[in-house]
């Protein structure tokens, strides 16, 4: 989990794109601003339906919204990356945090030492995770309950349930399944984290990515309610 991400609201960086557009009168570069930034803009919201899930296996519990930013991936940031967290904690701890406002910071998804799924954003939208604002924009992310010096925390049914959801994922936006673009917290430029930590098992976490992946269709969005 990461502290604060860079970009909230519509300040300084929008003014100054205004203000090239109106010295070059770049019509593109408006348009493509505006595309961006709309739904920021006060009384403005993109629609969002309650309780729809992205992954058909995941229950919705809602992540405070001063943790993530509304966006409209893949369209106006494409997704290539999965970044594996772990919460260094339980389950229900890591919910609490996601749900609080001062925390500022919240993964798409949870898995859990059972096996359980649990969705607190949107894929469309940017998730306050990695503390790299290009890596959020660009990335889905996904927590899993332990300690990176508990291998014990890394249960089957965990990396089970969550190579299924990685490999939904990678169908849904077309991304490779290699350690290109399914890594870890750690490897990820500018921060100060060591998850998923030595006991992660990547060559075995790939392995299962690889059997969900040929073994089923990517999960379309779907409704779904639960309770942490």
Partial sequence: MEAKDADRRIGRRALLVGGAVAATGTAVLARDELARLWWRTPGVEKPREAGVVDYAGARWVSASDANWRRADR??????????VHVTQGSFS??????????????????????????????????????????????????EHEG??????????????????????????????????????????????????????DWDRYLRLVRRAATSRPSAAPSTSSGRA
């Fill in 74 to 83: 893949p369209d106006d940031y494409g997704i290539d990356m999965v970044v």
């Fill in 147 to 200: 300690f990176v010096d508990r291998p014990q925390d890394f249960t089957d049914a965990m990396y089970a349930a969550s190579a299924r959801l990685t490999a939904a994922i990678c169908g849904r936006y077309g991304i490779p399944v290699d350690r290109k673009h399914i890594i870890g917290h750690v490897e990820v430029p500018g921060t100060d984290h060591t998850d998923p930590g030595p006991h992660w």
């Fill in 93 to 142: 701890s890591a919910v609490k945090a996601f749900q609080d406002p001062g925390h500022r910071a919240a993964a798409h998804y949870i898995v859990g030492q059972d096996g359980h799924v649990t969705q607190m954003i949107r894929e469309l939208d940017v998730a306050f995770h990695a503390g790299n604002r290009e890596y959020n924009e660009r990335s889905v992310g996904i």
